[in-house]
């Protein structure tokens, strides 16, 4: 059963809610959106490699230790962020989410990133294709190739924000999916 996210909260933002997220966090250049709580498995090395080529890029940093980014830091802005109350607003205020991670199971984060029409720069795992299904904002590299990734990532900066992203699977729906799973009616 795939995971699911609100559309309700989940969703494309106004301009002026992009303005005032990004605003809020003093980006004026391509901005890029890394969760890495555990660098070696989320690929901070790799995303470090791969912006050592894409340069000029602000890289929002949210629950990553401070080894990793340090390691950002040497090729790229970094605003980092210990958590975050709302990774809503954080999607709307950057160009594309990176997901250059070694293994994933079903990517939560990057569902809740297409649902707001930010663009995703990923590594090419089973789970994470099967996560962006059918989306066109989804841009794919090898694992741990940065350069790769470089391109990913001026690919999915340089997407249309136009087209509308795929409809997130709501709470709802999912939960349709594992009473099915379990031949129980709702």
């Keep these: 059963v795939r995971n699911a996210v609100d559309p309700?909260?989940?969703?494309?933002?106004?301009?002026?809610?992009?303005?005032?997220?990004?605003?809020?966090?003093?980006?004026?250049?391509?901005?890029?959106?890394?969760?890495?709580?555990d660098p070696e498995l989320k690929g901070a090395d790799t995303l470090a490699a791969a912006l050592a080529i894409f340069r000029g890029a602000t890289v929002v940093t949210v629950a990553t230790p401070e080894r990793a980014n340090a390691q950002l830091g040497e090729v790229a802005r970094v605003?980092?962020?210990?958590?975050?109350?709302?990774?809503?607003?954080?999607?709307?205020?950057?160009?594309?989410?990176?997901v250059p991670s070694r293994?994933?199971?079903?990517s939560l984060v990057l569902l809740e990133a297409l649902a707001c029409g930010t663009p995703v720069a990923a590594s090419d795992l089973?789970?994470?294709?099967?996560?962006?299904?059918?989306?066109?904002m989804a841009f794919f590299a090898p694992a741990g190739d940065g350069a790769?990734?470089?391109?990913?990532?001026?690919?999915?900066?340089?997407?249309?924000?136009?087209?509308?992203?795929?409809?997130?699977?709501?709470?709802?729906?999912?939960?349709?999916d594992v009473l099915a799973l379990y031949g129980s009616p709702r």
């Design 79 to 98: 605003i980092a962020l210990e958590r975050a109350d709302d990774v809503r607003t954080l999607m709307w205020a950057c160009d594309v989410l990176a």
């Design 126 to 136: 089973p789970a994470l294709r099967e996560s962006a299904a059918g989306s066109e």
């Design 8 to 37: 309700a909260i989940f969703r494309r933002p106004s301009v002026a809610e992009r303005a005032a997220a990004r605003t809020a966090l003093g980006l004026d250049g391509p901005a890029i959106l890394f969760f890495g709580r």
């Design 103 to 106: 293994g994933e199971g079903a």
């Design 148 to 176: 790769a990734l470089a391109r990913a990532l001026a690919v999915a900066v340089a997407a249309p924000c136009e087209p509308e992203p795929a409809a997130p699977r709501s709470p709802e729906r999912w939960a349709d």
